[in-house]
């Protein structure tokens, strides 16, 4: 029921991620009056979906105390209850992010190994495509929790970009190893020594992160939200320029018309329905968030993160690499004892 355009623009990706992904079934939690009538227009869900029907829903101006409170009973609490007691692989809502970020922890619970889960997604690059994390979860990070979110994003970004061995950069205020702060000095100095599936390639600079330098960019949650507001803000005022001056004249207007297939090509390869989903990484259970204002495509493309990182079991990925970085610290730490 979250979203600005649900629950159609839910019902509708879920029939179109439902035709990417043939043997995926969907509980929907949720109105069963206003579900229902949208559900018989989507064929292909007839046999794929449950409707689990309550009337009460977290609004988007509740606060996330509020909605722990008094949602018990309201669709995205039930249906993250769902992933807990295995019934369900993952949970997708587009609706209130802070709520859902709360309950989520309250619900799944964080991981071992995991002090603070963080809130990852994809961005487009140069080079395709990067992970970046923390984006606003976590405001204030010290060196272990920046390490955590290195091993996370790592382990993400070999599930779902399928790198074997992923580069990750620890975003900075420069490149040389004496600037920054005392958590990114700390978080690279263990991450230099740690024997993991990754590639550590040192400190990022915010230019970093558009060329895709590194597959995946480690960061605070305050840096991270501010990164990426920046980069969408200025995608939206890039946009706009165009716009500008393409009606400006009728020469502009004929030049437009022929550049019109690269322009076609450009927008598809920046469209954020394409990246849509932000995973709250950490917690023992796939919980995805899809931005609120979202069509049914860019659901059906949180939908598809989710079915991905359950096939190929995103959280066992992390319990390892955790498991072998707590190894690795009590090697470390007997022998500095001696």
């Known amino acids: 029921?979250?979203?600005?355009?649900?629950?159609?623009?839910?019902?509708?990706?879920?029939?179109?991620?439902?035709?990417?992904?043939?043997?995926v079934r969907f509980l929907l939690f949720g109105d069963e009056a206003r579900i229902t009538p949208l559900l018989s227009r989507h064929r292909s869900l007839r046999d794929?979906?449950?409707?689990?029907?309550?009337?009460?829903?977290?609004?988007?101006?509740d606060r996330p105390s509020q909605a722990l409170r008094q949602g018990r009973q309201t669709s995205m609490r039930l249906a993250i209850d769902a992933v807990a007691s295995g019934e369900a692989g993952g949970v997708v809502s587009a609706g209130n992010t802070g709520a859902l970020m709360a309950m989520?922890?309250?619900?799944?619970?964080?991981m071992k190994g995991i002090d603070r889960p963080a809130l990852c997604?994809?961005?487009?690059?140069?080079?395709g495509e990067s992970v970046m994390l923390d984006l606003g979860a976590n405001v204030e990070c010290d060196e272990d929790n920046l390490v955590q979110f290195a091993i996370m994003g790592a382990a993400f970004a070999r599930t779902i970009l399928g790198l074997p061995r992923p580069t990750v950069g620890l975003l900075n205020v420069?490149?040389?190893?004496?600037?920054?702060?005392?958590?990114?000095?700390g978080a690279a100095a263990i991450l230099n020594a740690a024997a993991l599936p990754l590639r550590f390639h040192g400190f990022i600079e915010g230019n970093d992160i558009a060329k895709g330098t590194t597959d995946v960019v480690v960061t605070d949650g305050f840096s991270g939200n501010v990164a990426l507001?920046?980069?969408?803000?200025?995608?939206?005022?890039?946009?706009?320029?165009?716009?500008?001056?393409?009606?400006?004249?009728?020469m502009s207007k004929v030049g437009y018309m022929l550049a019109k297939p690269a322009i076609m090509a450009l927008r598809e390869r920046i469209d954020p329905r394409h990246h849509n989903g932000g995973v709250f990484l950490g917690l023992n259970g796939i919980s995805v968030k899809s931005h609120g204002g979202m069509d049914d495509?860019?659901?059906?493309?949180?939908?598809?993160?989710?079915?991905?990182?359950?096939?190929?079991?995103?959280?066992?990925?992390?319990?390892?690499?955790?498991?072998?970085?707590?190894?690795?610290?009590?090697?470390?730490?007997?022998?500095?004892?001696?």
């Open 1 to 23: 029921m979250g979203g600005d355009a649900a629950p159609g623009m839910v019902v509708g990706g879920a029939a179109l991620a439902r035709e990417r992904h043939p043997n």
């Open 174 to 185: 420069g490149e040389e190893e004496l600037k920054g702060n005392e958590a990114v000095k």
């Open 48 to 61: 794929a979906v449950s409707v689990r029907h309550t009337d009460q829903q977290v609004k988007s101006t």
């Open 121 to 127: 997604g994809f961005l487009p690059t140069l080079r």
């Open 229 to 250: 507001k920046t980069m969408e803000g200025t995608a939206t005022l890039f946009s706009q320029f165009l716009r500008t001056a393409f009606s400006q004249s009728l």
């Open 104 to 110: 989520s922890k309250f619900v799944l619970k964080p």
């Open 297 to 338: 495509v860019g659901f059906a493309t949180a939908i598809g993160l989710a079915v991905d990182m359950v096939a190929d079991d995103l959280i066992g990925r992390i319990t390892a690499d955790m498991a072998q970085f707590s190894d690795h610290d009590k090697v470390r730490d007997r022998a500095a004892a001696q």
